[in-house]
């Protein structure tokens, strides 16, 4: 499991001194409080990557009206709309975040509905945790090699490998693709179906 939760999101900027609305995510109270660190993802050029809690006003409707220490123009706030927060899981009451899903065994898939893979783990990054996906290379392969290779050993194993042993730890690492844990690529979660919808660039998977 990461050590950080993703926990609200940025709306729109509120006044000029930084002030920002703010939402919980579905299924979370809302855990921005005085004093809690934040790390606002995806980084913004030219905008600080972390903040601390100054003030949370309920607004109304599910919204707080936040202000954060190193966020204090409407220049800055304009930027971080449409953002998330992070706050590290041992700052937050861990009842708290019982409705967060855990995202390690959820499948994986393109918005046009083309099968990625499946959630392996959580993995750590200074800007924004990362999705690690095995790949589901079966949706790329001619359909006789395909039957070829299923019918010989399983699909997490290279088909290229004669012992039937990953050619490096954790599995191939070519088959092992890292997305970052943002609203930029994450579409859609759901918890009752354990499967994610991501809208990817081209080229993202290969890295």
Known sequence: MSAWANVATIGKAKNLKGGLLAYAREGLPFLLEEGLEVVFVPPVLKVPRMGRVVSAVPQGGGAYLVHFDTIDSIDLAEKLQDHSCLVRRADVDEEALEGAADLVGFAVQQI????????????????????????????????????????????????????????????????VARIPLVDAFIIDIDPDENLITVDLPEGLLDL
């Not at 509905?113 to 001619?142: C, F, M, Q, R, Y």
Request: glycine content about 6%; aromatic content about 0%; hydrophobic content about 25%.
């Open 112 to 175: 046009r509905g083309e099968v990625v893979g499946k959630v392996i783990a959580l993995e750590e990054n200074p800007a924004h945790a990362l999705l690690v996906v095995e790949l589901d290379t079966a949706e790329s392969e001619p359909d006789d090699e395909r039957s070829h290779r299923t019918s010989h050993q399983p699909m997490s194993q290279p088909a290229n490998d004669p012992a039937g042993k990953p050619s490096s730890e954790s599995g191939s690492d070519s088959r």
